[in-house]
């Protein structure tokens, strides 16, 4: 049996599936995508209707912006912190922390390693802590029952072999805010950069039935217990409503441009660069750029660069020559695939059936229609309050 972790064809997987939308870069690798007279696709459409308005002005930061950071002193006035941010070392959070440092909010800044930090981002969050003089806490999550989890979700077959991590992250986060009595979450989501994300290419991180049931069927179970889970009702019922606790997207209500955000932290922070969106974990690279377009044709990138057009960053020429590229080379996929599997445990047999069999949908597996409805009522509640236009 060779050793070899091949990633035969690895440029072909990069190759336009379908229809190309005339306005941004989708193609109907979105399985769900639909295109009106003018041949643009309903993700660039729908992106367009949730745009903040203010951006149109020439205002650096939207009218509420101060109200709003008074209102999270306020809130939190009691404790040690006005918020809490958990930090990647990636350019949204970094640049969402500077945002929140300028702004004169007392973070707690947390730094949740689930086992593949890559060495960029380790710097990258010590550099950028010490510089603004933030307190960092890292909360190691249980490697074994990280890597049990993630070995399930490719045994699964299922697109979102980053719930796991996700899922971690977001609970950790939690306790250490619960624990701290903060009720203001900072996120560095973002609207120029994450608008296009299609629903076909993954699922919820945080349906914790799915989580479970993927676990139960495909994994090691008796380490299911030491790991970190967010359940429904504290998402949904005791975090909101009795803990009043919030998020904040910092990022959507100030002039965001994460090419310029990145050329700031570089050189006024001690930042370096560790690729492309996401690929801080050196799980995320290899998940990203090699397993989801070579068993499932899903390029992450072009959701990415589709954002980036549409909100006026990036030329759609510019973002159709990256596509047109694989984001590393064969080789390079290859030496990729053989430390994500040898971290996991998987072997050069195996990583060979991972990726040509057949995608399994998510739905394959139980998913929970509690967290289902609750998200579906959010969506419609958040259109109305952002006026969203239907799309056809
Ligand atoms: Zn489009």
């Given amino acids: 049996m060779s050793e070899r972790y091949s990633c035969e064809g690895y440029a072909s997987a990069f190759r336009q599936r379908g229809r190309l939308c005339t306005h941004c870069v989708m193609d109907e690798g979105d399985p769900d995508l639909r295109f009106d007279e003018q041949g643009r696709c309903s993700g660039c459409r729908e992106a367009l209707a949730i745009e903040p308005a203010w951006r149109h002005t020439d205002a650096e930061r939207s009218p509420e912006f101060d109200a709003t950071v008074e209102a999270i002193r306020r809130q939190n006035a009691r404790g040690a912190y006005d918020t809490i941010l958990g930090l990647s070392g990636g350019v949204d959070s970094s640049w969402a922390l500077v945002c929140a440092a300028k702004a004169g909010l007392r973070v707690l800044v947390m730094h949740c390693d689930t086992g593949w930090d890559s060495r960029e981002s380790v710097d990258n969050i010590f550099n950028l802590c010490q510089r603004l003089g933030f307190a960092l806490q890292t909360i190691v999550v249980d490697w074994e029952s990280m890597r049990a989890a993630q070995r399930a979700f490719f045994l699964a077959g299922v697109a979102n072999c980053d719930i796991p991590q996700d899922h971690a992250i977001i609970a950790t986060v939690n306790d250490v805010a619960v624990r701290n009595g903060i009720r203001t979450f900072l996120s560095g989501g973002n609207w120029v950069g994450e608008s296009i994300l299609p629903d076909a290419w993954g699922h919820d991180a945080l349906d914790i039935v799915h989580l479970r049931d993927v676990w139960k069927k495909a994994g090691d179970r008796h380490l299911m217990r030491r790991f970190p889970t967010f359940g429904t009702v504290r998402r949904h019922v005791i975090n909101p409503f009795l803990r009043r606790m919030n998020a904040w997207r910092i990022l959507d209500h100030l002039r965001y441009d994460p090419g310029e955000a990145r050329a700031c932290l570089e050189r006024e922070y001690g930042w370096s660069s560790y690729g492309l969106k996401h690929c801080e974990s050196v799980f995320t690279r290899v998940f990203q750029c090699v ?102």
């Fill in 291 to 392: 397993y989801l377009p070579m068993r499932f044709g899903f390029d992450k990138r072009r959701a990415h660069l589709a954002s980036l057009v549409v909100s006026g960053l990036r030329s759609r020429d510019s973002a159709l020559a990256e596509l047109a590229q694989p984001p590393m080379s064969q080789d390079d996929a290859e030496r990729g695939a053989e430390y994500l599997c040898s971290k996991l445990g998987f072997s050069a047999e195996e990583w060979r059936r991972m990726v040509t069999s057949p995608p399994v949908p998510h739905t394959r597996y139980r998913v929970d229609t509690l967290e289902r409805l609750a998200v579906s009522w959010a969506k419609k509640h958040l259109a109305h309050r952002m006026k969203l236009r239907k799309v056809k």
